[in-house]
């Protein structure tokens, strides 16, 4: 796994050196992430197993914190890997495990967490704490499973709690907001959720952590959108 992610990063991002050593690996790796989660629909379009259904509940605990709650549901998969990218100074740690068992340790494979997971059944659940370096503040990382959707259905439900008080900002993916909650439904999980947010109100501007993440978003939306045409012809 470590070295298709890696020859993803090289692909997408030959310009090696245009930019600072940081914000290449950030930026390769995060969009490397997000088109491993769609290319492992590619060669699992017409094989188990399949990730039916998933329920994200994040809890904003600061813009560099966060509290993750995921409900998974896969038919045909004996052993899950999940993987979470990681800056330095960062990290997930995880919190809390039903409906399966781990498979050894978390262990670090180049810029992510791999936590390989046994189900006792279907549908299983996990809860783990992320923390961000300041680079990458307002965005929370998804443990995403290695298992593609159906690429039909909209299963996959992330809800999102931001502290009391606060109004968002553009956020991606879209939310429907009430107050500091918002939810979507979305047919692919993405790489992660990033919400800037301020408690009075005051513009938000675009730093490079917003302009990495936005790009990461366009080719993960890219990709999605190759794919279901993929499956549609």
């Not at 796994?1 to 995060?30: C, D, I, N, W, Y």
């Not at 560099?64 to 899950?80: D, H, K, R």
């Not at 993987?83 to 919190?95: K, P, Q, Y």
């Not at 408690?199 to 279901?228: H, N, P, S």
């Amino acid at each position: 796994m470590v070295e298709p992610l890696k020859r993803l990063e090289e692909g997408l991002f030959p310009f090696r050196g245009a930019v600072s050593t940081g914000v290449e690996r950030s930026l390769g790796t995060t969009a490397a992430l997000s088109v491993w989660a769609v290319l492992s629909s590619f060669s699992s379009a017409s094989a188990a197993p399949v990730l039916r259904e998933a329920d994200v509940e994040i809890v904003v605990t600061s813009s560099l914190a966060c509290e993750v709650t995921m409900t998974l549901t896969v038919e045909g998969a004996s052993e899950i890997d999940h993987r979470v990218e990681t800056f330095s100074g960062g990290g997930a740690d995880l919190v809390e495990l039903r409906g399966a068992r781990p498979v050894g340790d978390v262990r670090s494979i180049g810029r992510t967490q791999s936590l390989v997971l046994r189900p006792d059944q279907a549908t299983y659940s996990f809860r783990y704490r992320a923390r961000q370096p300041d680079q990458v503040a307002d965005r929370c990382p998804i443990w995403l499973p290695a298992v593609p959707t159906d690429g039909r259905s909209r299963a996959l439900s992330i809800r999102i709690q931001l502290p009391e008080g606060s109004i968002p900002g553009h956020s991606m993916p879209s939310f429907e907001w009430t107050g500091a909650r918002g939810s979507t439904r979305l047919g692919h999980l993405p790489a992660f959720v990033r919400v800037p947010y301020t408690a009075d109100g005051e513009a938000l501007g675009w730093g490079i952590g917003r302009v990495m993440d936005a790009v990461a978003v366009l080719v993960f939306g890219a990709l999605t959108v190759v794919w279901v045409w993929r499956r549609r012809r």
